[in-house]
């Protein structure tokens, strides 16, 4: 079946500093969406991409939608604490919608050190 | 505007229990989605509903693991009898058919 591989699984950074961050697919993505999860929340949406090559801002967050519609990329520039918990990528079986049956990423744990 | 909204938060049981999840989704939304999320296994989708009418129960693990939706703004998740194995935090989501989904803030069952 249709995986999405996270990458990395875990980030330690400073405070201030950029994360980058991606998930790639042996498959097609048509849509691809990014959540972050708080402790001991559900998954929050942060972004969602609907076209191959499309980039896209939410504050201090940029996520990309590969040409290839393989892969995605999530950037948050200047980090905060509250940035910390789980960010997840997730997108639609081939040929589903965003709102129907989501394959997610394993996540990604990101922990910022003030 | 109320999220999706789920009960109990936390849920400790004996093995060999019934556990009833319930969840009330965003009013207006179609669909309804029960997930699973364990540190082994990720988040995994259970059972999806839309219109009240389940539409994929391939996530289901066994017959242990029942879920039901009998109107638009309710459905509940049961478990019966429960193992330590089904000790995992237990996500509802839902969503219109124009839109993404929304999760609520999970059951954290553990099954002693």
């Known amino acids: 079946g249709q995986q999405l591989n996270q990458s990395p699984q875990s980030m330690f950074i400073q405070e201030g500093e950029d994360v980058s961050m991606n998930c790639t697919s042996s498959?097609?993505?048509?849509?691809w969406l990014w959540y972050k999860q708080d402790p001991g929340e559900g998954p929050v949406l942060l972004i969602a991409l609907y076209k191959a090559g499309e980039l896209t801002s939410n504050g201090r967050l940029t996520a990309q939608f590969g040409i290839t519609r393989k892969d995605s990329f999530l950037n948050i520039s200047a980090s905060i604490p509250s940035d910390v918990g789980i960010y997840f990528c997730a997108g639609p079986l081939a040929g589903g919608t965003s709102y129907g049956k989501l394959t997610f990423g394993q996540g990604t744990i990101l922990t910022v050190h003030p | 505007d109320a999220g999706v909204i789920q009960s109990p938060r936390h849920e400790v049981t004996e093995m060999g229990q019934e556990v009833t999840l319930r969840c009330k989704p965003i009013?207006?939304?179609?669909?309804l989605f029960w997930y699973r999320q364990t540190m082994m296994r990720g988040l995994e989708l259970l059972i999806y509903f839309n219109n009240n009418v389940p539409i994929d129960d391939s996530g289901m693990p066994e017959d242990r693991f029942s879920a039901k939706m009998p109107n638009a703004s309710f459905s509940t998740l049961k478990i019966q009898p429960s193992e330590p194995r089904d000790s995992a935090v237990y996500f509802c989501?839902?969503?219109?058919?124009?839109?993404?989904?929304?999760f609520g803030p999970g059951t954290r069952l553990t099954v002693l």
């Open positions: 009013s207006g939304h179609d669909y």
């Open positions: 498959s097609i993505f048509n849509t």
């Open positions: 989501a839902s969503s219109s058919s124009t839109d993404t989904q929304y």
